[in-house]
């Protein structure tokens, strides 16, 4: 099936098209108004400088990845509170949250073995979370910001009169996308409900706009991830369609999720945001640095890691996510799944990662804490990450959606679960990243049904 981007090729030629356009007309303004193109007469308009992944303060790198710890196996010490350096209250409603996890391990397109990171995650301009959030709720970018699980700040109409999230078939999805006034920005992928819940200091937050300073949710106690990409106006608009096409929870009526602005085609494609999707489709597009971008509709009703399976070809590969509630256990490329269109292609292997472990020490990475064989909590896991197992390949997916839903089935037995959620899926082609994953989630798999009993994990 060919997922090649013809019509982003036409918007490419548009952008091309309109700055050629601005290009003729701010000559024709010179010439009429009697100016030179020579000596220092002629000045361009200054702009900003557009916002990029920061692995620290004033440090920019193409990409850098990170994974947050449980609290459960890597626990803030007691009297360590979170610093809520965008607002809020360190622990939330209660005080003080019972588990708080911020240690974390990174990479980058700078070094992208994974490695240790220094501090807690989002504490400080001195991580890649905080600074790169910093850069933009503190800096002057136009920006979406999108999570299906607000907790009502702000309100949501997809809410309802009580509820705290967007079920389906809204996109499974959250993260945030900023540029400048030439259209270049970032987009950074993360998995953690209730944040970031505003994009600029002038809209701050009434419950708190900080990692483990919400006043609503717990979002340091599990496992998370996060993934900051630099992109190009093009790649932006790209992004922007891939919202769409998920159906990302936003409302571009609310500043302070939404401020539009800069080249025109992008003030279009974000005007379109903000409603789900029930079309059967998914895309796929390659943005500029090389790494591929999927987005599936909540209309069409497939398991989705095997639809991301199938768009590689058959890649087989081993995942971590939220497993819970109706869960895909693993499946070999023969195992039937009637629920994908075979217009897709073939899913190869998924295993299901239970464990992995870092320094030695073992981390739970299903949707619910496990114990080790001593009795010991691994903590649970709300990450979505995926690597190839296939020698040769060393691909990395980093995603929205967990690993649960159903295989088979006709009509409506497949609206199950994530089946009928949006996302997006990054894909990227990195040796060191992959390795590191992939040591990262080595340990226990799922078996391949619900009745076979997996042994405690060591």
Not at 16 to 42: E, F, I, P
Not at 45 to 74: G, I, M, Q
Not at 77 to 104: E, H, M, N, V
Not at 350 to 375: F, M
Request: proline share 5%; with cysteine.
């Amino acid at each position: 099936m060919d997922l090649g981007a013809v019509s982003n090729l036409s918007t490419e030629d548009r952008i091309v098209a309109r700055r050629m356009s601005d290009a003729v007309k701010v000559l024709a303004c010179l010439l009429l108004c009697g100016w030179y193109l020579t000596g220092t007469a002629a000045q361009d308009n200054p702009t900003s400088d557009a916002p990029v992944p920061l692995l620290r303060s004033e440090h920019p790198v193409d990409w850098w990845f990170a994974f947050k710890f449980n609290a459960e196996t890597f626990p803030r010490s007691d009297g360590s509170k979170p610093s809520c350096l965008f607002g809020g209250k360190a622990g939330g409603s209660r005080g003080y949250f019972s588990k708080i996890g911020q240690s974390f391990v990174y990479a980058s397109s700078e070094n992208s073995a994974l490695q240790q990171g220094d501090g807690f995650i989002g504490d400080s301009t001195d991580d890649p979370l905080g600074a790169t959030f910093d850069e933009i709720y503190n800096g002057d970018f136009f920006y979406v910001v999108w999570n299906d699980q607000f907790y009502r700040d702000p309100v949501l109409q997809c809410e309802g009169s009580s509820a705290n999230e967007c079920g389906k078939p809204w996109g499974h999805s959250k993260g945030l996308l900023a540029w400048d006034s030439e259209g270049v920005g970032i987009v950074i992928q993360v998995t953690t409900p209730d944040w970031p819940g505003s994009g600029g200091k002038a809209l701050p937050r009434a419950e708190g706009n900080s990692l483990g300073c919400t006043m609503s949710d717990d979002d340091v106690d599990l496992s998370q991830h996060f993934f900051a990409l630099k992109l190009t106006e093009p790649d932006v608009l790209k992004v922007l369609a891939a919202l769409k096409q998920e159906g990302a929870v936003t409302d571009t009526g609310n500043s302070q999720l939404v401020r539009t602005g800069g080249p025109p085609e992008i003030v279009t494609a974000v005007s379109e945001l903000g409603s789900p999707n029930t079309d059967a489709t998914v895309t796929s597009e390659k943005l500029s640095s090389g790494v591929r971008l999927i987005a599936k509709a909540g209309g069409l009703k497939a398991p989705p890691w095997q639809l991301v399976s199938a768009l590689l070809n058959g890649m087989p590969l081993r995942v971590a996510s939220f497993w819970s509630g109706s869960k895909i256990y693993s499946t070999t490329s023969k195992t039937r799944t009637s629920c994908l269109s075979k217009d897709f292609g073939s899913p190869g292997a998924i295993q299901i990662a239970l464990t992995g472990s870092w320094n030695g020490k073992t981390i739970g990475l299903s949707g619910s804490s496990q114990k080790n064989s001593d009795g010991d909590p691994l903590g649970a896991n709300h990450a979505k990450i995926g690597v190839s197992t296939e020698d040769g390949s060393s691909l990395t997916v980093l995603a929205d959606m967990n690993q649960d839903g159903v295989l088979s089935g006709t009509g409506s037995a497949c609206a199950v679960s994530q089946n009928v959620r949006g996302g997006m899926f990054f894909v990227l082609d990195d040796q060191g990243l992959h390795d590191g994953i992939t040591k990262l989630i080595a340990g226990k798999t799922a078996p391949g049904h619900a009745s076979a009993a997996a042994p405690n994990p060591q």
